[in-house]
């Protein structure tokens, strides 16, 4: 047990210097979000719940009392995801729904502990096609997913502390969107 704690602290120096971009992406987002956009979600596996879970904040809220914001898991429409897998393929399931979905000046957020998965990089693909800002939080870089999105960030780490360290980041990013919607006085 206590190596899993020691390999958590081994990775939150990357998540500190990480935090000046994720507390830019949640000021970004929030003026995006106040201003009519959506954000999408998706990745895959313990990801996908990651995914998911940030936008459940942004629909619901938080820390503060705000409006609800258009945020959606990919994954999570289940019809959509297992209708286009069998129509066309496993590799398009995210990337079809970008290009229904998204509209220049949305955020397609893609979460990935290898940085490798084919799905998201076709989505990080559609999003540049329809002129969506694409983000990604994946484990250690240099990988493709970081190379193909607008920005990324990159923590190192074993599969699980990955994930633990995205769900503080996705955390940093809703507390730094609440705080931006605050600072406006357009908390509800």
Do not use: K
């Amino acid at each position: 047990m206590g190596d899993h704690v020691d390999r958590l602290t081994q990775a939150l120096p990357a998540l500190r210097r990480a935090s000046p971009t994720l507390a830019g992406w949640g000021r970004d987002l929030a003026t995006r979000l106040l201003g009519g956009a959506r954000l999408l979600t998706a990745g895959n596996g313990g990801s996908a719940a990651e995914a998911q879970h940030l936008t459940a904040e942004l629909v619901g809220r938080f820390d503060r009392e705000r409006r609800p914001f258009s945020a959606i898991a990919l994954h999570a429409d289940t019809s959509s995801l297992s209708a286009i897998g069998n129509d066309y393929g496993y590799v398009q399931v995210y990337a079809r729904q970008v290009r229904g979905h998204a509209r220049a000046g949305d955020v397609v957020m893609l979460f990935s502990t290898s940085g490798r998965s084919p799905n998201l990089l076709a989505a990080a693909g559609a999003a540049r096609e329809v002129g969506a800002t694409s983000w990604a939080l994946t484990g250690r870089g240099p990988n493709p997913l970081a190379r193909v999105c607008t920005d990324a960030v990159c923590l190192p780490g074993d599969t699980a502390t990955v994930q633990e360290m995205h769900l503080v980041a996705l955390h940093m990013v809703c507390r730094a969107i609440e705080e931006a919607v605050e600072g406006r006085g357009l908390g509800r």
